[in-house]
Every structure is written in C-alpha cells, then in structure tokens.
C-alpha cells in the first residue's frame, strides 16, 4: 500500500509559477513509476506528467510540455511538478499517482492504482 499526499496548490496569476510536492509512505516509493493529473470543473480527469521510477523517463501532455516539469527525489519519496508560465487553462485541481501494475510510465489514468486526494491550482487571468 502507498499513502500520497499533494500540497503546493494555491491561487497564481497568470504567467506565474507554482511547485506541487507529493510526499509517499507506505510501500517503497521507488519501485513505482508515478504521474501528475488534473481535473477542472466539469471536466474528466486529465493527464500531465508523468515519470518512471528512476527519474530517466519523463513524458507530458503537449498542453504542458516546455512549460512544466516532473521529478523524483527517491531519496526523500517525494515527487514533483513544476509549473511555469501558467495560464487560466491550467486551473484544476491537480493529482498525484502511482502504479504497481506496470514498470512503465504511462498516460492513462486507468493504470494507476494509487491516487493523493488532491490539490487545487487556480490561475487568475
């Protein structure tokens, strides 16, 4: 069993920058590979990021790539995400994640079994 937990949300203007932390406990962080999602109101569940578990692979959704940035610290079992240039768009409330099920890295929410309750990110324009 692994235990997240987000923080880092808050209100931004746009053009700012915010760093969402994902702390892990529980099962060793490192076996894992591990992603960033969202969700805005009224919208499905979105990927962003995501890592494998040594920190060599990364791959982002085209809305975030250049902008955002994914990393592990294995050491520490943290997990980050850091967001530059934010626009109104990126508001939502953002997830951290986790897979046992596979050693790859991957997009689709529905591989991971392991979820933080969340962090809202709100960019005013």
């Known amino acids: 069993q692994v235990q997240l937990v987000e923080s880092g949300g808050g209100l931004v203007q746009a053009g700012g920058s915010l760093r969402l932390s994902c702390a892990a406990s529980?099962?060793?962080?490192?076996?894992?590979?591990m992603g960033w999602f969202r969700q805005a109101p009224g919208k499905e569940r979105e990927f962003v990021a995501t890592i494998g578990w040594n920190g060599g692979s990364t791959y982002y959704a085209d809305s975030v790539k250049g902008r955002f940035t994914i990393s592990r610290d294995n050491a520490k079992n943290t997990l980050y995400l850091q967001m530059n240039s934010l626009k109104p768009e990126d508001t939502a409330v953002y997830y951290c994640a986790a897979t046992s099920r596979t050693f790859r890295t991957s997009s689709n929410p529905a591989n991971y079994n392991y979820w933080g309750q969340g962090t809202q990110v709100t960019v005013s324009s």
């Open positions: 529980g099962r060793t962080f490192s076996d894992y590979p």
